[in-house]
């Protein structure tokens, strides 16, 4: 068993290694790192982060396929989004198991809540609490949210059935769901101090971060002995990071992006034999 020391020196021997731009390829963030303004980076990486299940080609090639149909600028296209006008853009589209319909009413989901609020990030931090101890209240309230807004030009009763697609998008820590892309997108627009976050939610404390946990980054630290939990669900995701928090505590989740490529590069992890 390492020393919480020897632990430290592993992990941030590793955030040296890959936590550059050189590994973005690997990443579904290198999508909206292709944009300039923070209004597109914004919506072109919750459509990235939402898409971010399934193997690395296919994710990139369904995330362009999206950004493509929204043309230059997503958060443009967002804001003038029109369900009867703009919908049938998405028709061909289709990724594992979300299809078109999908990512039409994801489209509008987005649009009313920019509408509402001015943008994505005003949306969450009417949610957002900073005396929380972490984001979990605020993702239960921005799915809450983001799930009662208008479906009516896609679900004429005004109710999301119960396994529709879009649900797939907006899990939630109140189902004990491990909320990896949710988190992944706050890690992207919360984080700063390096090359590959954006940092551009600067009203959210990198702090109260959850680490994104998948099934490949759940091996890994169970192998690292920083959680001995089973499932990767969010009781699991945060005991990681209240373990990784005792290492970094105003910056815990630095080392999602490195953990996260021994698993996409198939790498070793450090001192384990295979």
């Known amino acids: 068993m390492r020393s919480r020391a020897q632990l430290k020196q592993l992990l941030d021997d590793l955030y040296r290694r890959y936590g550059r731009r050189d590994f973005l390829s690997t990443s579904a963030l290198s999508i ?13 990486g919750f459509v990235a982060a939402s898409l971010a299940y399934g193997n690395v080609k296919q994710i990139h ?26 919908g049938a853009r998405f028709r061909h589209f289709v990724h594992r198991f979300n299809s078109g319909v999908d990512i039409a009413l994801l489209c509008y989901l987005l649009h009313q809540a920019v509408e509402s609020r001015g943008s994505l990030q005003a949306f969450f931090l009417a ?14 309230s921005f799915v809450e949210r983001a799930l009662s807004l208008d479906v009516s030009p896609f679900y004429p009763s005004g109710t999301i059935p119960p396994k529709a697609g879009i649900r797939f ?7 004990g769901s491990a909320c990896k892309r949710l988190n992944l997108f706050l890690r992207w627009m919360v984080r700063r101090g390096d090359e590959i976050d954006f940092g551009i939610w600067t009203e959210v404390s990198p702090a109260k971060l959850i680490v994104p946990l998948d099934t490949h980054v759940a091996r890994i630290v169970r192998r690292l002995g920083l959680t001995k939990i089973k499932q990767a669900n969010w009781r699991m995701a945060t005991e990681v990071t209240r373990r990784l928090r005792e ?12 953990l996260c490529r021994l698993g996409v590069l198939k790498q070793p992890i450090p001192g384990h034999r295979r």
């Open 32 to 44: 909206p790192h292709r944009y300039r303004s923070p209004e597109d980076r914004e919506i072109a």
């Open 127 to 140: 949610g957002y609490d900073a005396a929380h101890k972490d984001v979990g209240p605020a993702l239960i």
């Open 61 to 86: 090639r369904s995330a362009e396929a999206a950004l493509e149909a929204m043309g230059q600028s997503p958060s443009r296209f967002i804001r003038q989004f029109d369900p009867t006008r703009d």
């Open 169 to 175: 998008f907006f899990p939630s820590p109140a189902q």
């Open 247 to 258: 290492l970094d505590p105003e910056d815990p989740v630095k080392y999602d992006f490195a």
